[in-house]
C-alpha cells in the first residue's frame, strides 16, 4: 500500500489531498470490515464462534492497524518528500 501510495503521490497535482483521499479509503475498508466482524460476533456470546473466526477476528484488527500505520506514513510522505523539479511547499497549492 505504501508504495502504490508513493507511486501516485509522485504523480498527483495536490500530494496532500491525495494522500488524504488514500487514508480515508484504506482506513474505512479496514475498519469497516473489523466493524461488520465484530457486529457479528458481538458479546454476548450465545455460541462459540466457529475456529476459522477466532483466528480471523484478530487477523482483522491486526490488518487495520498496519492500514492505520501505512496512511500515517503515506500522509508525513505526502508533506516530506519533495519530487525533483518540485519547488513548492507541501501546502502550497498547484498552479498548473
Known sequence: ??????????????????????ALVGLAVSI??????????APPYLDVPPPFWMVAIPALDLAAS?????AAL????????RYPGDTRTPTEPCRR
Open 74 to 81: 503515506t500522509l508525513t510522505l505526502a508533506l516530506v518528500r
Open 1 to 22: 500500500q505504501v508504495t502504490a501510495s508513493w507511486r501516485v503521490l509522485a504523480r498527483a497535482p495536490d500530494r496532500l489531498a491525495a494522500a488524504s483521499g488514500i
Open 32 to 41: 469497516a470490515a473489523v466493524a461488520a466482524a465484530g457486529a457479528w460476533f
Open 66 to 70: 498496519v492500514c492505520a500505520l501505512a
